[in-house]
């Protein structure tokens, strides 16, 4: 990628055989590096290795993509951090988003071999799961649109970012478990959405500290609200009501979609039963705060979450 830094495509500079020439990586090669380097210290890889062997490979290279993916999105890009203006940020950014985009497209074309290693990866998990090219491109979609939208002005324009940012990671985990179906992958999208939801919810001030506000403005007016108000110390009388609006409506959508827990079994119930009972005990954080989210985002302990966990396994909702 030309003035940026990076060499070749920005994914890797590659010479005739195929291997990085000189041994330079492009940036998004060395955020790969920095992917694999540091995921055995997060929950989620940790949490992956209790899982059975095809099943733990399979999530694996699903997370190292979507970890890079997200991490093109709004890490510090290496070699380039302070080195632009935000508008050459965003602009090489979407460039890397392209590039990433088009080396998952190799794994759908007969013939070809993606460039990046965590790509490689992942073509092997698609194609021993049948996992489809739209969630995999949706997911970059989702942190394009991270580069140019900031503000959602109605609650319909959020869902519609959520069916690119969290949708797709439960439709990818049924796809992976071998239970992708319409039914359950409707149930799925309702549970990443809520789940999406609950994380803006606890995550309203450092968000905005970010520069970026996801309670949709058509509510902020409804409760008289403004963003002035989103960056006090002490929420006033209409940010509790209106984060009261919000909690109830995220913790409906959590519950609509729970009946997936019921329609399946061993793991794959495990797996969902866990994301379910993050979600309720975040939103339970947040009402025990009393909507409080400005002073600190609300998280709920170990012990609610597990309890929940047990609850929802055995119900199936």
Avoid at 79 to 90: C, F, I, K, N, V
Avoid at 245 to 256: G, I, K, P
Avoid at 282 to 287: D, E, G, I, P, Y
Wanted: negative net charge; charged residues 25%.
């Amino acid at each position: 990628m030309t003035g940026s830094g990076a060499t070749g495509n920005g994914l890797a500079e590659r010479a005739p055989s195929g291997h990085a020439a000189s041994g330079e990586l492009g940036v998004a090669g060395e955020i790969s590096l920095a992917v694999a380097a540091k995921a055995s210290a997060e929950n989620f890889p940790v949490a992956l290795r209790v899982l059975p062997g095809a099943l733990k490979r399979h999530l694996t290279a699903y997370y190292g993509f979507a970890r890079l993916t997200d991490d093109i999105g709004d890490e510090p890009l290496p070699g380039l951090a302070g080195t632009q203006s935000p508008e050459e940020d965003r602009a090489t950014r979407i460039r890397l988003l392209d590039d990433l985009e088009k080396d998952v497209a190799r794994i759908y074309d007969d013939g070809a071999e993606p460039e990046l290693p965590a790509i490689r990866a992942l073509g092997e998990t698609a194609r021993a799961t049948g996992i489809p090219f739209q969630p995999l491109a949706d997911l970059i979609e989702a942190n394009r649109q991270d580069q140019l939208v900031t503000r959602y002005e109605t609650y319909a324009d959020l869902v519609r970012y959520c069916e690119l940012s969290a949708n797709p990671v439960g439709q990818v985990v049924l796809y992976i478990v071998g239970a992708a179906t319409p039914d359950r992958i409707a149930l799925s999208d309702k549970i990443c959405t809520a789940l999406q939801l609950v994380e803006h919810w606890q995550d309203v001030a450092e968000d905005l500290a970010n520069g970026r506000v996801y309670l949709p403005q058509e509510d902020l007016r409804e409760y008289d609200v403004t963003e002035k108000d989103l960056g006090k110390r002490v929420p006033s009388a209409s940010v509790i009501r209106l984060m009261t609006f919000e909690v109830d409506r995220a913790a409906r959508l959590l519950d609509e979609g729970a009946p997936l827990v019921g329609t399946l079994k061993g793991w794959a119930r495990l797996a969902i039963a866990g994301y379910i009972a993050g979600g309720r005990a975040a939103l339970k954080a947040v009402r025990d705060a009393r909507y409080d989210v400005l002073k600190a985002a609300p998280r709920p302990g170990k012990a609610v979450t597990l309890a929940g966990l047990a609850t929802t396994y055995v119900k199936g909702r």
